[in-house]
T-cell receptor, first 115, second 116 residues
C-alpha cells in the first residue's frame, strides 16, 4: 500500500518549457488535490477533483491544467513554465462522504525549479 | 471566505519545555472541520488531528493536546515536554463542510525549533 505517489521528485525547467506532474493513489479515494507550497505561504490549492470526471479551480489555478485520468490518477500540467511557478507541489487524496470532510493524505512532493 | 491565521512564524524552545502553537480561523459556515499537520525537515506532510465544529472536547494524544474554542475561533496545539524530534513546521487547516471536497485552507505554518 503505497498511499499517494508523485513523479518526478525533482525537476528543473527553463522558462517556456512544459511538463506534467503525475500523481496516483491506491486508497480508492474519490477526491484528489494539487497544492503548491512556497516559503512563508503555507499550502495553496491549485486544482481539485471531487470525483472521477470532474475538476475545479482552487485558489491559484492560473498557468496550470489538470486531468483526472481515472479514479487513481490526477495529473498537473504546466504548459509554459514561468519562474513564478518555482515551488514544491503536493498531491493529496481523501475520501469525502456527503457532509463529512476527512483528512487528506499527501504525496512526498515534487520540487520544481523554473529558470 | 475562510481563513486560517498562524501568527507565530517561528518558535524556539529548549527541549522538555512545553510549547503552544496558536491557530485562529474564520468561516461563515456553522459546520466545518479543523486539522493540524506536521511537516518535518524531510518534507512530507503528516496528519495529526481532525476536529469538527460540533465537537469542542479537547483531545490529548500522548504529549500532544489540542484546545478547540469556538467562542474565540481558535484551535491551539500544545506539545508537552518537547523533544528534538518535534522540530518541524506545523500547519493548521480548515475546511467548510458545505464545500465538501473543495480542499483545505492552510495557515502559513509555524516553524518549531526544539533545541537540545
Amino acid at each position: 500500500n503505497a498511499g499517494v505517489t508523485q513523479t518526478p521528485k525533482f525537476q528543473v525547467l527553463k522558462t517556456g518549457q512544459s511538463m506534467t506532474l503525475q500523481c496516483a493513489q491506491d486508497m480508492n479515494h474519490n477526491s484528489m488535490y494539487w497544492y503548491r507550497q512556497d516559503p512563508g505561504m503555507g499550502l495553496r490549492l491549485i486544482y481539485y477533483s471531487a470525483s472521477e470526471g470532474t475538476t475545479d479551480k482552487g485558489e491559484v489555478p492560473n498557468g496550470y491544467n489538470v486531468s483526472r485520468l481515472n479514479k487513481r490518477e490526477f495529473s498537473l500540467r504546466l504548459e509554459s513554465a514561468a519562474p513564478s511557478q518555482t515551488s514544491v507541489y503536493f498531491c493529496a487524496s481523501s475520501e469525502i462522504p456527503a457532509g463529512v470532510v476527512n483528512e487528506q493524505f499527501f504525496g512526498p512532493g515534487t520540487r520544481l525549479t523554473v529558470l | 471566505a475562510q481563513k486560517v491565521t498562524q501568527a507565530q512564524t517561528e518558535i524556539s524552545v529548549v527541549e522538555k519545555e512545553d510549547v503552544t502553537l496558536d491557530c485562529v480561523y474564520e468561516t461563515r459556515d456553522t459546520t466545518y472541520y479543523l486539522f493540524w499537520y506536521k511537516q518535518p525537515p524531510s518534507g512530507e506532510l503528516v496528519f495529526l488531528i481532525r476536529r469538527n465544529s460540533f465537537d469542542e472536547q479537547n483531545e490529548i494524544s500522548g504529549r500532544y493536546s489540542w484546545n478547540f474554542q469556538k467562542s474565540t475561533s481558535s484551535f491551539n496545539f500544545t506539545i508537552t515536554a518537547s523533544q528534538v524530534v518535534d522540530s518541524a513546521v506545523y500547519f493548521c487547516a480548515l475546511s467548510e463542510a458545505g464545500g465538501g471536497a473543495d480542499g483545505l485552507t492552510f495557515g502559513k505554518g509555524t516553524h518549531l525549533i526544539i533545541q537540545p
